[in-house]
């Protein structure tokens, strides 16, 4: 029984009826039997605007729980197009006997890309295996916290982002390279074009999450688990 409950019998039809708000208790003190039927109609209304009220947050909270679902996969699909068509081929090309390319200029190019996609594809996996079978009492906050120490790689792929835009531009100057990154760029795969356009994604990822997290924690209720 919620705190607060008092039980008031309707003397017309003798049915009880709880009575939650405290300021329509203090209704009942001294009132006519007109006012407290009054009151209770009152209350019957609001239990069903605070209900239908519940009802909508727990929609929008389930929408923005898939959308972090939807834009991770997304996200992950981009970093790994990155990886499959630049950075392996061009990791090859570094080891051959005369490299177009050094392994110092692929590290600083792409920085810490490749520990940045383990790190989303285990959280993408979370992700799928809980909102997979959503339901009003999903909670998420665990797969975050657990995968959160694994975020500071991001620091530092922010930190290097403009020495990899720097060796980029330079590589893209060397008649030898120029060429093979062209090729690579006209992939049908790559819907957002350049290479610096993929690069760029991990940067613009952390805000996203923050204001993606923001709203669902909005649209959380204060009792929910």
């Known amino acids: ?12 039809n003798e049915e009880q009826v709880k009575i939650v708000d405290p300021q329509i208790i203090a209704l009942y003190q001294n009132s006519t039997e007109e006012q407290i039927k009054s009151a209770i109609v009152f209350q019957k209304y609001t239990r069903r605007w605070l209900a239908i009220r519940r009802y909508k947050r727990m929609i ?4 923005c729980a898939l959308e972090i679902l939807s834009t991770e996969q997304s996200y992950v699909y981009d970093i790994q197009l990155v990886s ?9 090309l570094a080891n051959t006997p005369r490299p177009i390319i050094t392994r110092d200029q692929i590290s600083h190019i792409f920085s810490d890309l490749e520990v ?8 993408l996996h979370d992700l799928e295996g809980v909102l997979d079978r959503y339901t009003n009492y999903t909670i998420i906050s665990s797969i975050i916290l657990s995968i959160s120490p694994f975020f500071k790689t991001y620091s530092r792929y922010c930190n290097n982002y403009a020495k990899s835009q720097s060796t980029l531009a330079e590589a893209k100057k060397d008649s030898d390279i120029r060429p093979i990154l062209l090729s690579m760029e006209k ?3 790559l819907s957002k074009g350049a290479l610096s356009s993929y690069l760029i994604l991990p940067i613009q990822r952390i805000p996203r999450y923050r204001l993606l997290l923001q709203e669902l924690i909005k649209q ?3 009792d929910h688990p």
Request: hydrophobic share 30%; charged share 45%.
């Open 60 to 63: 929008k909270r389930k929408k």
């Open 220 to 222: 959380t209720e204060k």
């Open 116 to 123: 940045i996609l383990q790190v989303n594809r285990t959280f």
């Open 187 to 189: 992939d049908k795969r």
């Open 1 to 12: 029984q919620e705190e607060g409950t008092a039980e008031i019998l309707d003397t017309h």
């Open 84 to 92: 499959e068509i630049f950075l392996e081929p061009l990791k090859r």
